[in-house]
């Protein structure tokens, strides 16, 4: 017990510290989750050890995930979803993945080691949209033209990869994950049309929530994270990942509240962000060895232009084609550099295939340390590309 608060000790110094180091920079260009993830990975068991990456730290680290998820899953639009502009965005998905399993295949034989090939796979179409809220919100992007083109390709950079986990990196026959992500869905439309109904018909229930909202009790956000532990949960029951729950439980927190609900979105925040997620960053860069992934930089560049060729060339083309108004060319460019940001997922599918033994931990320490300097270069080289729309 003792080691246990002695690494969230420096898990939460960490989370103090960095933001601050990441003020101090000049022009800002190191963002807070690269400190965060390099912090685990010097003081994590491969390096220092001050922090152990036990039962715990996993546990709380996964939480933070979930928020993550959570968040980023109640801050789409579902209009991003449809219209010409979301079903160009799923397309361009669509083409990043063939382009993916191509790359996979090169790594791994499908016929013999499936899973690694199917999580290289998913890993490189990702976008961390949970990680891209936050910067397109220190940069004052959100609601700009540049902000929706992002969201439109980062959305289905998010939701696809949770999707193709379900089906792809499970034991189960595909007809059968299709049956429980079916079963999932139904909870999750019972839930949110439940819900909704008792918020709009009010009564004394909605009362007493809206009584007790900015008490001690803080009844909206406790009905928050009980909304994202029953699916969290739903989806753990049913051995899916927890990350397909928490994105659903933001997606039904978004049909709830659909124009939001300021108090609570800023509580859920301070406890995500305050907290969780920053656990989560730490943890995620425990898995990093920096000795080793040092020892082999050649490799670690061709993982990062992997993800350039695969993820942001077929965004920059797709946004370049059709009638209409477009973006400038460097605007576009930097849509495409910001949705090549990626962690969450790559975390997620490295971490299965590591567990189920299809890839070394080696092998999921160079795609997290790729991932970790895609969250860095990525938002750092759309911030010198993009420039003010006339």
């Not at 919100?137 to 959100?142: D, F, H, N, S, W």
């Not at 576009?332 to 940001?341: D, H, L, Q």
């Not at 070394?360 to 420039?387: D, K, Y």
């Amino acid at each position: 017990m003792t080691a246990d608060y002695i690494s969230l000790l420096a898990i939460v110094a960490a989370a103090v510290i960095c933001p601050i180091i990441a003020q101090i920079v000049p022009k800002k260009i190191i963002p807070e989750a690269v400190l965060l993830l390099l912090a685990g990975a010097i003081f994590g068991p491969n390096m220092v050890g001050t922090i152990q990456d036990d039962q715990t730290i996993q546990f709380m680290a996964k939480l933070g995930l979930a928020f993550q998820f959570l968040i980023a899953g109640y801050e789409i639009d579902p209009k991003l979803l449809t219209g010409k502009r979301g079903m160009k965005g799923l397309a361009t998905w669509a083409v990043t993945f063939v382009l993916a399993l191509c790359a996979a295949a090169l790594l791994f034989d499908p016929a013999d080691n499936f899973m690694a090939f199917a999580a290289v796979a998913i890993a490189m179409t990702s976008t961390a949209l949970g990680t891209l809220i936050g910067i397109m919100k220190e940069r004052g992007l959100e609601g700009t033209a540049l902000g929706d083109n992002i969201m439109s390709y980062g959305v289905w950079g998010q939701l696809c990869p949770v999707i193709a986990i379900a089906l792809l990196l499970s034991t189960r026959r595909a007809y059968q994950t299709l049956i429980v992500l079916a079963v999932l869905v139904g909870i999750c439309v019972l839930v949110a049309l439940g819900t909704r109904r008792v918020k709009n018909r009010g009564g004394k229930l909605m009362q007493i929530i809206e009584a007790k909202g900015d008490s001690s009790s803080q009844l909206f956000v406790r009905c928050a994270v009980l909304l994202l532990v029953v699916l969290v949960a739903a989806a753990s029951v049913f051995s899916l990942d927890v990350i397909l729950g928490a994105f659903a439980a933001g997606f039904v927190l978004r049909f709830i509240l659909p124009e939001g609900h300021q108090r609570t979105d800023d509580k859920l925040n301070a406890i995500a962000y305050g907290f969780f997620i920053p656990i989560f960053f730490v943890e995620s860069g425990m898995k990093i060895d920096l000795l080793s992934v040092g020892a082999a930089p050649t490799r670690l560049v061709i993982v990062v232009l992997a993800l350039v060729v695969v993820r942001a060339l077929p965004a920059f083309v797709a946004q370049s084609l059709g009638k209409g108004k477009k973006l400038s060319v460097r605007n576009r460019a930097a849509v495409s550099a910001y949705i090549t940001t990626a962690l969450s997922i790559i975390v997620a599918v490295s971490s299965t295939a590591v567990d189920a033994g299809a890839l070394t931990q080696a092998g999921a320490s160079l795609m997290i340390s790729g991932a970790a300097i895609s969250v860095f270069l990525m938002p750092l080289l759309a911030q010198v590309l993009s420039e003010p729309e006339e």
